[in-house]
């Protein structure tokens, strides 16, 4: 039977460091980290992970400073917001809630962003300092926190073999890119696995890491997992229940119970991935207020 990773008491743990290290930063600086949150209409899943993102913020004594924009907003308009957060000394870093109403181009806001604030590590010039391994960037929230639990699970990633299902800007192509970089955080042969691949068990059956995010449950099934492997599962699946709404439940893109008879250790859904997300936009809030407040890593 699998371990569990538990991403919630390592997020737990990671958010006290950051705490700590924000009260001593205060203490020397007089000032504390700064996060801008805009959020653009009413989606309600969006509304929840603003307001988790606020309340995360508060908990580790970073200011966050929410944006609510109508659903009209124009895309000058947005523009012209996120200017003035990068103008504003007391803004460290800036969030700008996806997706974003269909008439806004997303790679336009995105691009106006100072990539110095990118806490979400999406603007161009961090995604390609990633790809080159040059450090001094902001990486994605969830790849990072995908990066941080292989570590924590897996002991020398040199020459490991991961596979990687899915290839999004958000998740899969930042965390192949990431685990291929030659570091000791990263160091892995990576494979990447998408809908062209005919069978995609033929490739994840070879990692010694699977990272799942395809976003449809029961991607991975126990017979596409080598024994011993570390599985990650990214996805995040909600499975209503037709009679009861209230007993809708979320489930990965991993057959949770077959693959946990096989694999070394696995991640719940949720309790896994999730947690570590808006840890790591914490962090990258921290990582920003210390470049811009010029305090050596
Ligand atoms: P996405 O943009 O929809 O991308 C899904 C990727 O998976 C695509 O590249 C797709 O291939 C591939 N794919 C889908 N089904 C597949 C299959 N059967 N075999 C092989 N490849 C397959 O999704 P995303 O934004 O990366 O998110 C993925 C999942 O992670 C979602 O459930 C999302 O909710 C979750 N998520 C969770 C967090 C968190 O913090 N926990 C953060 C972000 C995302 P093609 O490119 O060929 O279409």
Redesign the pocket.
Known sequence: MAIIIDGKSIAEELRAEIRKEVNELKSKTGKLPGLAVILVGENPASQVYVRMKGKACEEVGIVSFQHTLHHDTSQDDLVSLIRTLNAAPEVNGILVQLPLPSHINENAVINAIDPLKDVDGFHPVNVGKMVIGDEDCFYPC?PLGCQELINRYVNDLKGKHLVM????N???KPLANMMVQKNKRANCIVTI?????AD?GYFTRQADILVV????PN?IRGNMVKEGAVVID????RIENPTDSAKSKLVG?VNFDEVSKVAAAITPVPGG??PL?ITMLLANTLKAFKYHNKIVQ
């Open positions: 969830t299902v899915g290839r999004s958000i998740v899969g696995c998408h809908t062209a691949a995609i995010a395809a976003g449809k991607t990214v996805g995040v699946n893109d991935v999730g997300t």
